[in-house]
Structures are given as structure tokens and as C-alpha cells.
């Protein structure tokens, strides 16, 4: 699949982004008038901030100062995602970051006065519900809190900070070359985003191995690059950790998602002792079906029934997701359905562009989606999972003020995978053989679970070694990356998979390792999302609790917020719950295969 310039696709496949400015120049405008906003601001409150009266009037103007950093912010980046090879994008993004270096500046002096309030002030700006998250936040900041000179100090060095994820997202968009391969005498051109949407799951054995090793090949090209960006965010998440004062580095980058390392830990050792012999026993059930004696790395994205995997169009895909999305009741789809004619979704699938799918909210603007569109099955759950969060950062900006719209990471994976598997239960209702109904369930693991409670779960068992590491006091290098992530995948994967020294380069294809903790969240709001999909099956009143869930946006804790729906995560029952639920999964396909030998 040779990939084509951004400027071969229609215009419906690419997003529109004058919905948030014209063109460059009103952006560069935009800009222009915040930072006499934010000057002003400061002339107004610096210094002048000593009682509640105070705080709660700037807090007031501050919102919607921060409304339009998040529209700025927004716009600057996503043009860039699109098409790294286009120097105009780079321009935009370059003047984007320079602001929102100035802006974090020019407004430190205000949370340094917010975190330095007395506690009195603090505990009676937080009974107002419009800003209760933020200034909950602030107690949070206020326990490692450093020297206002320092705090500004970091904030002048928030750009070095992220240069390590800007380095590794460049290189993986631009600089990892896949070469070409041939089966029975056809030419194959290999890319990162065709190598994952299209031949990990190929139903050609040989087309899969083969694309795997150019794929590989294409990845250690770059590793020794790829471990020294690595190693440069580490470090330094490390140290500012130890100038923060926490007790480790795993303390510093949870204490933003309001969970303790209890809820971390749990996540990975009860998925890698408990999930994995459910997983090993599904691929070997794959294994059976298609015929191979032993799976390898290349194999395990291999569909079930590899042949029935159909070509969608968007507009199917459209179709799809609002039919998938009916149990959520007509408030939620009134507001998803605008995505096709608003454009919200960049499908373009152009050389350059960023690998992988991502949403983006401009406070109450629209949501943005940016993936790559190659017409297959596997697409359409990137596209209802990103329209999942489409979906929350409506409801949240909606019902929320911008202090309280943004869900804590821990659970913001929930409302995307919920609609994961909202799709998956609806293609299992509308089939009627029981080859297509397995065909359903197989995609809800493989597409749903198999990537958050397994790829990403892995990820975060690769990162509790390194950062450990860190702790430690050691260092590492690209072969030492390798072996900490084969050993991840050997104990995972047991004997149902061969894992060699190719899969052990499956560290350097995700970004989430410069994003903090993030990589386990996606299984934590899956365990949320199954609890809340169980919820809809059985409980009459199940989707007004989700919607309630969606609007609520970070206004309470996940442990609170997570009441909402009946989950009590400060427990490991909903995880065990999950782990139950995707034991009956396979359980099933296994039956449907049966009755399928049997017919």
C-alpha cells in the first residue's frame, strides 16, 4: 500500500480546522491578543492576590485566559500530526509552543500565589463547585511545591522539558524507513502506518513475517537514537522528582492522576498473572483455527477468521458507529453525529503524517480526531474509540467549567473503550451465523482488549522496570531496552508465542513512554468501561449513569467518580470482574467454534 501526499485526498477526508481559527494569520492574532490578555492579567493581580474575594475574581478572568491557551494550544500542534514533512506545520507548531512557553510564565506568579495561600483559603475556594478540581489540584502541588524563582525557572524550561517526545515523534513520522519486500512475485512498500493497520494481521503468513522483518529492521535502524531520547525524559522526570521531594519517581507521575502506586501496581501483577494464561489460551486457540503450529510476534495480531475481515468505507464506518452507539440514548448521539459534517476527523492516511489516533478538545469548540483510514475493521474501533472521547469532551466541557472539564488520566481511557465494546456487542446482535458472531467476539478481544489490556499493559510492565532502574540509580541503553521488553513479552506470552530479538524492539513504537504513567490507564478505564458496558446490559437506569460519568469531567476523584456507574476501584473486584468477563469472551468464541466443527 504506497502511501499518497497529503494533497492527493479529498477534501472530506481531512479535518477542518476553521472551526477554531480561519487561517494562520487569525491564529497568529489569536495569539497577539492573549498575551495582552495575560500581560494585563498580571498588571491586575500580581501581588494583589491576598484574600478569597481575590482569588475567586481572578480565577474568573484566569478561565478564560485558559480557554483560549487550550484553543492556541490545540491549534498549533495538530497541523504538525498531519504531515511532518510540511515546513509551514513545523512553523505553526513552533510558534504554538513559544507562546505557551511565554503564557506559563507570564501566569506563574499566579499559581505560585494559589499553592502558597493559607489552607483556610484554599479549603473555602474549594467548596465552590465551578473550580473545586483545580484548587484541589493546588493542595496537591502545594505538598512539593518548590521556590517561586525555581517553579519559574521550570516553567521557562517547559519546551526542553518536551523536547525528548518531540525528538522520538519526528523519527517515528519522518526517519523510520520500512523497506520493501516481495511475496510470490509482488512488491509490498512498508511503512510504520501501513505496517500496523494493514500487515500485522494479514491473512498471508508470508506477507506477515516478511512485513515484520522490514519492519523491524526499519525500527533498529534508530534504536541506539530512539534509548537516548528515552533515557533523556526519564532522567529527567527523575530529578525533578527528587527536587519535588517525593519518595520515588513512580509517586511524582501518579500524584497528577490522584492514585497511589497501590492502584498501579495492581493493575500490572493482576493482568500479567491473572489475564495472561486467558490471552495464551485464546492465541493458541488462534493458532489451532488458522493452522500454525507455532506463533510468532508477527502472528499474534492475526485475525481469527482472517478472511472475513472486511473492507469498510467511512461512510460505513459512519453508519457503524452511530447504530453501535444507540444504547447511550439520543442526547449522547445528537451530539457525536455532527462529526462527519463538522469534519472533525482527519482520515487521510498521507506520507508523514503521525502513526496512531488521537482526540483533541478545544474547550467547547468540537472535538478533533486524527487517524489513518485504510478501510479495514480494526479502523472502525479507532474510530468509535476516538469518538469515545470526542463524546466525553463534549459532556464534560458541556456540564463542566474549564477548571473542572478534564477527566484524571486514570480513567479518561474509559469512555473510548466503552464504545469499543459497544460495537463489538452490536456486530455480535446483528450476525446470525455463528462464524460471524465469533468473528464479533474475536474483535472485541483483539481490538479492545488485546490492544489496552495488553499492549499498553505491557508498556506499563516495560516502564515499572526502567523507571526502577532509574531508581536505582543505573542507567540504559538500546540493549538494554530490548531485554527488559523481551523478557516483559516472554513472561506475558509463556509458549504460545516465540518472542525473539525483533519483538523485543516493540518499546520503540509507542509514544505513551513520554507521557508519564500513562500506558496502564488504558487498562484501568477498560476495567471501568466493561463495569459501565455490564451496567447498560442489565441495569435499566446503566446509561444515564455513564452519560452522568461523562458530564461529571474531573469535578471529583476517579475513586469517587467511578461510583457513578457502581465501580469501587479502590478495590480489585471491577478488575477482577473485567478479567472474569474476558474468561467468558473466550470461552465463547471456543464454543462457537465448536458448534462451526460440528455444523
Known amino acids: 500500500m504506497e502511501q499518497k501526499k497529503r494533497s492527493e485526498f479529498s477534501e472530506n477526508e481531512l479535518w477542518d480546522l476553521t472551526a477554531l481559527y480561519k487561517d494562520r494569520e487569525d491564529f497568529l492574532n489569536a495569539i497577539e491578543t492573549a498575551l495582552e490578555e495575560i500581560k494585563q492579567f498580571s498588571l491586575n493581580y500580581k501581588d494583589n492576590l491576598h484574600t478569597v474575594h481575590d482569588f475567586k475574581q481572578a480565577l474568573m478572568v484566569l478561565e478564560q485566559i485558559y480557554i483560549q491557551m487550550s484553543h492556541i494550544s490545540t491549534y498549533s500542534f495538530m497541523p504538525q500530526t498531519t504531515d511532518f514533512n510540511n515546513e509551514e506545520f513545523a512553523q505553526i507548531a513552533q510558534v504554538g509552543s513559544d507562546f505557551m512557553t511565554k503564557a506559563n510564565v507570564l501566569l506563574n506568579f499566579f499559581e505560585n500565589a494559589l499553592v502558597m495561600a493559607d489552607d483556610a483559603i484554599l479549603e473555602e475556594l474549594e467548596k465552590n463547585s465551578y473550580f473545586s478540581a483545580y484548587i484541589r489540584e493546588a493542595k496537591i502541588k502545594k505538598k512539593h511545591y518548590l521556590d517561586p524563582a525555581v517553579e519559574k525557572t521550570l516553567a521557562n524550561l517547559g519546551e526542553i522539558f518536551s523536547s525528548p ?326 513472561e506475558f506470552w509463556g509458549d504460545a508465542i516465540v518472542i525473539d530479538d525483533d519483538a523485543a524492539l516493540t518499546w520503540m513504537r509507542q509514544s505513551h513512554y513520554y507521557m508519564g504513567l500513562y500506558s496502564y490507564t488504558y487498562s484501568a478505564g477498560l476495567v471501568i468501561s466493561t463495569v459501565g458496558y455490564l451496567n447498560i446490559k442489565n441495569n435499566p437506569d446503566g446509561a444515564k449513569q455513564w452519560l452522568d460519568f461523562l458530564k461529571s469531567g474531573g469535578s471529583q476523584t476517579p475513586i469517587e467518580t467511578a461510583k457513578i456507574i457502581g465501580a469501587d476501584i479502590s478495590t480489585e473486584e471491577p478488575l477482577r470482574q473485567t478479567i472474569s468477563f474476558l474468561e467468558e469472551t473466550v470461552d465463547q468464541i471456543i464454543k462457537y467454534s465448536k458448534e462451526l466443527e460440528h455444523a
Open 165 to 490: 517526545q518531540d525528538i522520538y515523534t519526528k523519527m517515528r513520522a519522518s526517519d523510520f524507513s520500512m523497506n520493501s519486500f516481495k511475496v510470490n512475485g509482488k512488491t509490498y512498500p512498508n511503512s510504520f502506518i501501513t505496517y500496523e493497520n494493514v500487515y500485522q494481521n494479514h491473512e498471508d503468513a508470508e506477507v506477515r513475517q516478511k512485513a515484520f522483518r522490514s519492519f523491524s529492521e526499519g525500527l533498529r535502524q534508530h534504536q541506539h537514537t530512539a534509548a537516548a531520547s528515552y533515557l533523556a525524559q526519564v532522567r529527567s522526570e527523575k530529578i525533578i522528582s527528587d527536587m519535588r521531594g517525593y519518595n520515588s519517581v513512580f509517586d511524582y507521575l501518579l500524584a497528577d492522576q490522584e492514585v497511589d502506586r497501590s492502584m498501579f501496581d495492581r493493575q500490572i501483577d493482576l493482568i500479567m498473572t491473572e489475564f495472561a494464561p486467558i490471552a495464551q489460551r485464546y492465541i493458541k486457540h488462534v493458532a489451532e483455527v488458522n493452522g500454525i503450529e507455532k506463533m510468532t510476534f508477527a502472528d499474534w495480531k492475526l485475525d481469527l477468521d482472517a478472511k472475513m475481515n472486511p473492507e469498510v468505507s467511512i461512510d460505513d464506518a459512519y453508519d457503524l458507529v452511530m447504530k453501535s452507539t444507540t444504547p447511550l440514548g439520543e442526547e449522547y448521539q445528537k451530539e457525536i453525529a455532527r462529526y462527519q459534517t463538522e469534519r472533525w476527523v482527519d482520515f487521510a492516511a498521507n506520507s508523514g503524517k503521525d502513526s496512531g489516533g488521537y482526540a483533541a478538545d478545544p474547550y467547547k469548540i468540537h472535538p478533533y480526531v486524527l487517524m489513518s483510514w485504510t478501510g479495514k475493521m480494526s479502523d472502525v474501533y479507532t474510530l468509535i474509540h476516538e469518538i469515545g472521547h470526542s463524546g466525553q469532551f463534549i459532556f464534560s466541557d458541556n456540564h463542566q467549567s474549564y477548571y473542572n472539564t478534564h477527566m484524571s488520566t486514570y480513567y479518561v481511557e474509559a469512555p473510548s473503550t466503552l464504545n469499543e465494546l459497544l460495537l463489538s456487542d452490536y456486530l455480535e446482535r446483528e450476525f446470525d451465523h455463528p462464524k460471524q458472531k465469533r468473528f464479533a467476539l474475536a474483535h472485541r478481544l483483539t481490538d479492545t482488549y488485546f490492544h489496552n489490556f495488553i499492549t499498553h499493559l505491557l508498556e506499563a510492565a516495560f516502564q515499572r522496570k526502567v523507571y526502577t532502574l532509574v531508581e536505582e540509580g543505573k542507567t540504559f541503553g538500546a540493549e538494554q531496552l530490548n531485554h527488559l521488553m523481551k523478557s516483559v513479552l516472554t
